[in-house]
Each structure stands twice: as structure tokens, then as C-alpha cells.
T-cell receptor, first 109, second 115 residues
């Protein structure tokens, strides 16, 4: 079956660094997406990885290892506004997104 | 402002009633999707459309139907609502016409409660 695993909740301190992990099992693989979702709002796109390695975009970076079925999202210099849920989604062989349940990130001052 | 709109924002519905959730995008994206989001679960695909005139079933299509008469609109209909359809519904669109599978853009969601 298809499955995405990510931690349910994480806590970090303002100004610090946090890494949110995601493991996936899909029928075929066409890339890994990360989305941010603030409470009561729609998900918004953060990053896309299809090749192994690290993609950096400002304070956010995303890493992919296809052989391990593993990705992480790295958030640096955390700000209070980064408090949100972070959704991992893998694209399967039919180009459909399989979504994890999301990781709720709590930022403390 | 370009984007996706959904209506209504929220709705309380009696079980057995018929309900249509509306979704309109002005980005001329070829592909559109309907998801439901429930607490503790990931977004689950209900139906999708890769282009106007075609639709497909997602992971949880039972009890729902869609149509795609044109590029912009993708309504979702609950023929006879049941309490298990209480959820937040998100419509999304993406441009897959170039062969690249770009990110999906989401509407603001419809919060539906079936009593």
C-alpha cells in the first residue's frame, strides 16, 4: 500500500533550527512536495524535490533520498509565524499526491 | 486577484439533503482536484479532472460526484449527505499541460457539517 509517515507534533524555540522528517512508500515515485498550512487556512506550496539532494530556498530547505524513501524539511531562524502544520506529499506513478497527516510545529518564544 | 474561490465558506446540512460545493479558478489550469481533510488524517483525494470534459475517481469517491463542463469550474455534489461526510473540503488546481507536474494551488476550503 501507499503510506506517508511524519511526526504528529514538534516543538521548537524561536530563532532555532528544526528538521521535520517524512518517509514514504508509494507505487512509483514522481517527486516529493512540502506544504505549509496555518490553522484554518489552505495549504500553500513550499518545495518540490524529485532528485536526490538538498534544495535551499531562503530559510527553508528540503532534502530527498529516493533510495531510502526519505525526505526532510529544514527550517532555520525560526519565527513565531512559522507555527503551522507542515504537510509531506509524494507523487505516485499516476501523478496523484499521497499526503501525510501533517506535522504540527509549535514555536515557543 | 488570480486564484481559486470556493463557496460556501461553511455549511450545516441535514442528513439526506443534496449539496453542491462550488469551485472556480481563474489561472487557466488544466487540472483540478477535490480533497477532504479530517483531523489526524492526510488530505484525501475525492475526484480529479485532468482537463475540461474528463473526470476521475480518487481515493474516497463514494457518495460524491463531479463535473467539468469548462476549464474554470469544478463543482462537487453530495447526492444524499451523511454525517461521515462532515469535513473540510479543499479544491485545488495545477498546470500539468506542459508535462511537468507543478504544485497544486488550493482554495480557502469549505467547512461542511452534516447532522
Amino acid at each position: 500500500g501507499q503510506n506517508i509517515d511524519q511526526p504528529t507534533e514538534m516543538t521548537a524555540t524561536e530563532g532555532a533550527i528544526v528538521q521535520i522528517n517524512c518517509t514514504y512508500q508509494t507505487s512509483g515515485f514522481n517527486g516529493l512536495f512540502w506544504y505549509q498550512q496555518h490553522a484554518g487556512e489552505a495549504p500553500t506550496f513550499l518545495s518540490y524535490n524529485v532528485l536526490d539532494g538538498l534544495e535551499e530556498k531562503g530559510r527553508f530547505s528540503s532534502f530527498l533520498s529516493r533510495s531510502k524513501g526519505y525526505s526532510y524539511l529544514l527550517l532555520k531562524e525560526l519565527q513565531m509565524k512559522d507555527s503551522a502544520s507542515y504537510l509531506c506529499a509524494a507523487m505516485d506513478s499516476n501523478y496523484q499526491l499521497i499526503w501525510g497527516a501533517g506535522t504540527k510545529l509549535i514555536i515557543k518564544p | 486577484i488570480a486564484g481559486i474561490t470556493q463557496a460556501p465558506t461553511s455549511q450545516i446540512l441535514a442528513a439526506g439533503r443534496r449539496m453542491t460545493l462550488r469551485c472556480t479558478q481563474d489561472m487557466r489550469h488544466n487540472a483540478m482536484y477535490w480533497y477532504r481533510q479530517d483531523l489526524g488524517l492526510g488530505l484525501r483525494l475525492i475526484h480529479y479532472s485532468n482537463t475540461a470534459g474528463t473526470t476521475g475517481k480518487g481515493e474516497v469517491p463514494d457518495g460524491y460526484s463531479v463535473s467539468r463542463a469548462n476549464t474554470d469550474d469544478f463543482p462537487l455534489t453530495l447526492a444524499s449527505a451523511v454525517p461521515s461526510q462532515t469535513s473540510v473540503y479543499f479544491c485545488a488546481s495545477s498546470d500539468t499541460s506542459g508535462g511537468e507536474y507543478n504544485e497544486q494551488f488550493f482554495g480557502p476550503g469549505t467547512r461542511l457539517t452534516v447532522l
